[in-house]
């Protein structure tokens, strides 16, 4: 298929991952970046370069670099590079978001992101002609249900347990609503983690604060004879919910065939892994890569809050944010995903994979190690002639 797929949340970790998959599969691409106050855009494009190719040992095609902010109207693009999406892009692959839970007022993170940013995408493509998208959402559209939630489904009514699934809803809801668009793909994962065989992350949130507050704990406590640390909390949750984590490569890998399969374009996908790992499974893995025992699965609501220990009150201040997702979790039907690609079956979490997530980022010391300075290949024409031709629809 002829002409540019454009992507926005290229910097992010599914972004970089999508950056890679992509050129790999042949496809032409352009990306939307920010400067910052050090890296022009160019210059955080030329860093994902150069980790891929030392990475894969081997150069990679230069996407066309647009500098904008999804933030701003028409992404803070000038007319010059406005005028080439409208001559050069047939889609546009929305992944750009903001992973804060609350905000204060509509006019902050992460309605800043999700909800404006995705208005912002939905001008420019009705404005450039573009008529198909492809839009990534997240699983918890649907919100607190805990029954079986299936990809055609949008709203049911569902309460929210922050703005950021509010916000990832209602930005679903515009791309559901603009009524200009030939084709709509949404996906959905679940709770993204670091690459199932390296570790790799660049993002620490969500499951990375309970490893951390274990690591931190541990390292401050004497160890007794086996080489143990007694971490002794108990826990609001039997120990048998399940728990929806799947690694970037994969979420990317998927991301990536659909992308450049038209024949799958124009539905909802769940990204979401068949078999969820267990909150027992987890703790067991983690148990025995940091070497601690102590925690008890007590049960939902089984704790009152005065009646915490030290480490505990230290446990719940830390990881408070996530305790709305201790309950049990929907079950997210991705009968789609399996009928479109059977052949990318989700990696399984198991002790091992957890283990390599736990020693990336112990390593990189939870994002902060200081990172070499990674010199990209000479630069080349980071656009093509602006005489081309405009894309047929």
């Not at 903001?98 to 006019?107: C, N």
């Not at 078999?275 to 987890?282: D, S």
């Amino acid at each position: 298929m002829s002409g540019y797929l454009l992507l926005t949340g290229a910097t992010g970790l599914v972004g970089r991952y999508l950056v890679r998959d992509l050129l790999l599969r042949g496809e032409p691409l352009a990306v939307v970046i920010r400067s910052q106050a050090d890296a022009s855009a160019e210059a955080r494009l030329d860093q994902i370069l150069a980790h891929w190719e030392a990475e894969l040992g081997r150069p990679l095609p230069r996407p066309v670099c647009l500098e904008g902010d999804i933030t701003r109207p028409d992404l803070g693009l000038s007319a010059d590079d406005r005028r080439w999406v409208a001559w050069n892009c047939r889609a546009v692959l929305h992944n750009a978001a903001s992973l804060k839970f609350t905000g204060d007022d509509r006019a902050q993170e992460p309605w800043l992101s999700n909800y404006t940013g995705t208005a912002n995408v939905l001008d420019l493509c009705r404005q450039a002609g573009i008529l198909d998208l492809h839009h990534v959402s997240t699983a918890y559209v649907c919100g607190c249900r805990t029954d079986r939630v299936y990809e055609a489904e949008l709203e049911s009514g569902q309460a929210f347990r922050n703005d950021y699934e509010r916000c990832k809803f209602e930005s679903e809801r515009l791309v559901a609503e603009a009524d200009f668009l030939r084709t709509r793909t949404v996906y959905r994962p679940a709770v993204i983690v670091g690459d199932s065989r390296t570790g790799y992350t660049t993002t620490y949130h969500a499951l990375y604060s309970y490893f951390q507050f274990v690591a931190l704990f541990c390292a401050g406590q004497e160890r007794d004879a086996d080489g143990r640390v007694c971490i002794p909390v108990r826990l609001n949750s039997t120990g048998l919910e399940h728990r929806n984590l799947i690694p970037v490569d994969w979420v990317s890998a998927v991301l990536a065939y659909l992308v450049t399969s038209p024949q799958h374009h124009g539905r909802t996908y769940h990204l979401t892994p068949t078999k969820p790992v267990t909150a027992v499974a987890l703790m067991s893995a983690m148990a025995s890569r940091f070497r601690f025992y102590g925690p008890t699965f007590a049960g939902p609501d089984a704790l009152e809050t005065d009646d915490l220990n030290e480490v505990e009150r230290l446990f719940y201040t830390y990881v408070g944010q996530y305790q709305p997702y201790w309950d049990r979790e929907p079950v997210f039907d991705c009968g789609n995903t399996l009928d479109a690609a059977p052949h990318l079956p989700c990696p399984p979490l198991d002790a091992l994979c957890i283990h390599r997530l736990i020693d990336f980022a112990v390593a990189d010391n939870w994002g902060r190690r200081k990172k070499k300075r990674l010199i990209a290949r000479p630069p080349v024409e980071a656009r093509p002639p602006a005489n081309l031709a405009p894309v047929a629809s």
